[in-house]
Nanobody, 123 residues
Framework: VQLQASGGGLVQAGGSLRLACIASGRNYAMGWFRQVPGKEREIVATATISGADIYYASSVKGRFTISRDNAKNTVYLQMNRLKPEDTAVYYC????????????????????WGQGTQVTVLQ
């Protein structure tokens, strides 16, 4: 499975961006993680294929929305009310096979990763 992420960019605080990640094949779970230089990668939001299991980091809950279009093997991340602390490289991740719903919010659950897209939020 190959993942192609897009939609990053530069935005003022309070603004919005929508990230998209297209997978080359069907997958069980997809999600978004982010990383700031010098820090560990952290989860942003993840969702299993059914959409019944969705996880948000507490820092983005209520501002970000993850959604999936399974027919297009695509996951989106709508980011509203962006803050400077949301600045990071955002990575798309996918798990290509069934994995239950106990660990889908953890980085190790995913076996494919995209190239990352930069999101910069200005003061």
């Amino acid at each position: 499975v190959q993942l192609q992420a897009s939609g990053g960019g530069l935005v003022q605080a309070g603004g919005s961006l929508r990230l998209a990640c297209i997978a080359s094949g069907r997958n069980y779970a997809m999600g978004w993680f982010r990383q700031v230089p010098g820090k560990e990668r952290e989860i942003v939001a993840t969702a299993t294929i059914s959409g019944a299991d969705i996880y948000y980091a507490s820092s983005v809950k209520g501002r970000f929305t993850i959604s999936r279009d399974n027919a297009k093997n695509t996951v989106y991340l709508q980011m509203n009310r962006l803050k400077p602390e949301d600045t990071a490289v955002y990575y798309c991740a996918a798990r290509s096979y069934y994995g239950g719903n106990s660990y889908y919010q953890t980085e190790g659950f995913y076996n494919y990763w995209g190239q990352g897209t930069q999101v910069t939020v200005l003061q």
